[in-house]
């Protein structure tokens, strides 16, 4: 007989990149911890959030039934072992606190697919092909496998699961798991879940440094573009102006930080081209 | 114990006293030290003088990611690092790095590490201009000429 199912949504993560707390994010009007926790508790017997000590106060996460973290510095681990110390007999379908596309599906397929036999099951990412280790499930038996890994000075649960030969399934929603971790991935999260178009024209500034400032002839621009991506907008940028530089050795940054040069823009976007860094 | 640390531009003279002075501490027994000066040549060309420009936003926040970081990977007290913008003359400082700790060898190894690290990450460009009346863009102009292109190790991805 397997063991009984329950859930646990990790919200103790310092959201530095974000540089506001990813649990608290609106999407649709519910915050990312309530959204995952309604997904989640739908899909096993009971459900926690798993918090770091010094959050167990914070009014969002004391909605729910908490499990806090007994050590330091583990990062995620910290949260899947404190649980299993709490619940020894239970297996966990851990979840992270910064995946607003994932979808009932999702969760749906991993439970129906749980091989209790094995150390834990989990998705192969649609992107690299390695597991994705908080969307997963973790069987009793992971417990003293995961104790010995974090004695021995890890705590990354991604090799723990590679090397713990973990079940892995394909993602019948290959953006499910997609984690949020700047603002720009909040906005174009949002975007997805709004269903909204890439292809509208769209309000967006411009600023030009350096060598880029000069062939453009000026500082800043603001303009209408139905460019998705910042790699479109240079596109059409370079048939307006002489710019000598490709996009191979240019960066990018979208409202003031480094961003991809696929992220999808949106209206009031501020796009800065970065030409080859000179400093020191 | 988690050490203090800043990233600053300025528009006129490093003043290397006070950022010394604030990096002082009774717990710290070493300091170090990096000072960038304009020089009056680059590439076989005569420099007259440089003007520096910076995405600052973008460039105060990874900035003071690379100092949070140095503090973190190697322990140290306290970190700081100004870069000048605008124009320089030559012998100018261009750039100070300081970090304070118990002892020598993290205080080397941190103010090491941020002079690397800015030079590579931070949106901040350089123009010099040449005795004989030229100008140029460095890494975007003079790098990019095929005469040079081959030796030259791109610090950009």
């Known amino acids: 007989m397997s063991a009984p199912l329950y859930g646990l949504v990790l919200s103790g993560g310092h959201s530095s990149r974000m540089g506001e707390d990813k649990a608290a994010l609106a999407y649709a009007g519910h915050t990312q911890l309530e959204r995952a926790m309604a997904l989640l508790g739908a899909r096993v017997e009971r459900a926690w959030v798993s918090v770091r000590e010094d959050q167990q106060a914070d009014p969002l996460r004391g909605q729910f039934a908490q499990i806090a973290d007994r050590r330091r510095d583990l990062g995620p681990m910290a949260g899947i072992l404190a649980a299993q110390e709490t619940h020894p007999q239970a297996a966990w379908l851990v979840l992270a606190c910064d995946l607003p596309l994932l979808d009932e599906a999702t969760l749906v397929q991993l439970v129906a697919a749980r091989a209790p036999e094995a150390v834990a099951t989990a998705y192969r990412s649609s992107h690299d092909g390695l597991p994705e280790p908080l969307c997963a499930i973790y069987e009793p038996r992971s417990h003293a496998l995961l104790e010995e890994y974090v004695r021995a000075g890890r705590n990354c649960p991604r090799k723990f699961l590679i090397e713990a030969g973990a079940r892995l399934l394909d993602e019948p929603n290959p953006r499910a798991l997609d984690n949020v971790n700047t603002p720009n991935e909040y906005g174009a999260a949002s975007d997805a879940l709004a269903g909204r178009n890439m292809r509208e024209p769209k309000h967006l500034t411009v600023q030009y440094f350096a060598l880029l400032r000069e062939q453009a002839g000026r500082r800043e621009e603001a303009l209408e573009s139905a460019a998705g991506t910042p790699q479109e907008l240079y596109q059409e940028l370079r048939q307006r102006y002489p710019f000598t530089l490709g996009s191979d050795v240019l960066r990018v940054a979208v409202n003031s930080e480094f961003a991809d040069w696929t992220t999808p823009l949106r209206t009031g976007d501020t796009v800065v081209f970065i030409p080859p860094v000179a400093g020191g | ?157």
């Open chain 2, 1 to 157: 114990m988690g050490g203090a640390g800043t990233f600053r531009f300025s528009h006129a003279a490093i003043e290397v006293e006070a950022l010394r002075r604030a990096l002082a501490d009774p717990r710290c027994g070493g300091f170090a030290s990096f000072e960038g000066w304009v020089r009056d040549s680059n590439e076989g060309a005569q420099v007259r003088r440089l003007e520096y420009e910076a995405f600052e936003p973008l460039a105060l926040r990874e900035g003071e990611r690379i100092i949070r970081e140095a503090i973190e990977r190697f322990g140290v007290s306290h970190a700081a690092c100004e870069h000048r913008l605008g124009d320089l003359a030559v012998g100018e400082i261009a750039v100070w790095v300081g970090a304070s700790a118990p002892h020598r060898h993290e205080a080397f190894l941190a103010a090491r590490y941020i002079i690397d690290e800015v030079k590579q990450r931070l949106p901040i460009w350089k123009k010099e201009h040449y005795v004989n009346g030229d100008s140029g863009w460095v890494n975007c102009e003079r790098c990019a000429t095929p005469a040079s292109d081959a030796a030259h190790a791109h610090p950009h991805r």
